[in-house]
């Protein structure tokens, strides 16, 4: 039989967004529970690369669950001799392995009295005074409901959101390779752009082996495999000792028709807050899930102010972010032959820019256009 219980907030999916939420609640004295349909810790497709303003959120140290460190980073461009690069005093890319870094970030949470029910799926929603939620074998109830699970998460569409994220594909392979060529390809994390068009490759170098990837920047069919494997012959990898495909989708465009109703709340990729520039979405899965949890627990009471609080500290920096970023990725995956001309004067200044916004020590406000071109040193300035 089906056992009923009531909780303050439910968040829905253990990754980044959901165990953040669920620890700024917890840690608030909320009564809450992450649902979440695997077993920790569970793979999650992604190349784990944290960049360091993500990972300067944390209210915690995950350096256990961190495998590399890199203090810099390669940018290749196939019609130039040399990679851009860029080097701090600091790792610019911390790289984890996502079922230990998740898991570490639940455990978290938990310390503060939020309660897991792992292995329970989110099935049907019902909104009333409380907002029922139907797992296969529970029905749980809560005044509100934190969305964290993920791009292809059903709890925006139960809650009556249309599909307004723009979502890319992106392959990634777990690839064991010959000593020598981790050697070789382990001493930095790189990005390869020309290694398919209208996106790039990466190969993030972990513990004992390579996470590989590309991702494609326009939502259309294209074999990203073929693309992948021609990646790994310009890394010069020709043999592997072993290769996990993972397929997945990433949402680089958020959504146009709100964050919150009727008391749930949207965060991450069900929001659809990954950088449309890089792909890269554990920063704002973070970050969104903190203000959702902040949010809900400051204004408790008044579900509306809530909902507010939340939109007003999304547009303080991620959304002004995101459209700025969205803009650079028009130009900079549908115009390549002007990127390429720019590309020799401009790259360095641009790559230095790109990492002081991902380290955090450029933050994309109001006057960050002027202060970039500035930097950049563009006509004028
Ligand atoms: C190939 C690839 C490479 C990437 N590389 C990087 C990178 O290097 N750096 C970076 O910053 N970002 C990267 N990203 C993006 C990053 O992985 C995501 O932005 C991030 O995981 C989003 O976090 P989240 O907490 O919103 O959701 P997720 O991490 O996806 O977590 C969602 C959780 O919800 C659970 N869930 C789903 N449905 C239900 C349900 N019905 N009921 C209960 N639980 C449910 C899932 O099991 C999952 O645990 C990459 C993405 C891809 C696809």
């Known amino acids: ?39 920790l810790p569970r793979y999650k497709t992604c190349g784990g690369g944290l960049v360091f303003r993500g990972r300067e959120l944390l209210p915690v140290s995950v350096q256990t669950a961190v495998e590399k460190e890199f203090n810099s980073l390669a940018v290749y461009f196939d019609n130039l001799p040399q990679p851009f ?18 898991h570490l970030l639940v455990q978290e949470a938990v310390k503060y009295g939020a309660v897991l029910l792992e292995g329970q799926a989110l099935q049907q929603l019902e909104f009333a ?28 569409k ?24 981790f050697e070789r390809l382990s001493k930095e994390a790189r990005f390869d752009i020309d290694a398919i068009p209208q996106g790039y490759g990466w190969c993030f170098p972990k513990a004992n082996h390579l996470s590989i990837g590309v991702g494609l920047f326009a939502p259309k069919k294209i074999q990203l495999r073929t693309y992948y494997q021609a990646y790994l012959q310009k890394l010069g990898i020709y043999e592997t000792t072993f290769e996990e495909a993972h397929g997945f989708q990433i949402p680089v465009g958020a959504r146009t028709d709100g964050f ?19 792909a890269e979405g554990l920063t704002n899965s973070i970050y969104s899930g903190i ?14 102010l809530a909902a507010n609080t939340y939109q007003a500290a999304l547009e303080e920096r991620l959304l002004p972010e995101l459209r700025f970023s969205e803009v650079m990725a028009r130009f900079f995956y549908f115009l390549p032959a002007a990127r390429n ?18 380290t955090g020590q450029l933050i994309l406000s109001q006057d960050f256009k002027k202060k970039a071109l500035k930097k950049l040193k563009w006509p004028n300035w």
């Open 341 to 358: 001309l720019l590309m020799p004067r401009y790259g360095q200044r641009a790559c230095e820019i790109l990492t002081d916004v991902f």
């Open 260 to 278: 919150s109703r009727n008391g749930v709340f949207l965060t991450g990729d069900a929001a659809g807050f990954a950088d449309p520039l890089t």
């Open 158 to 181: 139960l809650a009556g959101w249309k599909e307004t994220r723009k979502l890319i594909p992106a392959l990634e392979y777990e690839v064991g390779v010959s000593p020598s060529d």
């Open 85 to 102: 690069t860029a080097q701090r005093n600091f790792p610019i890319l911390s790289m984890v392995m996502r079922d230990q870094f998740d």
């Open 1 to 39: 039989m089906a056992v009923e219980q009531t909780w303050d907030v439910i968040v829905i999916g253990s990754g980044p967004a959901g165990a953040m939420a669920a620890y700024e609640l917890a840690k608030a004295g909320r009564k809450v529970a992450i649902l979440e349909k695997e077993i």
């Open 129 to 156: 005074e409380l907002t029922a939620i139907h797992t296969q074998t529970e029905v749980l109830h809560t005044r509100y409901v934190v969305a964290a699970d993920g791009v292809l998460g059903p709890t925006a």
């Open 291 to 304: 203000l959702a949890g902040q949010s809900i627990s400051r204004q408790f009471d008044h579900p509306e």
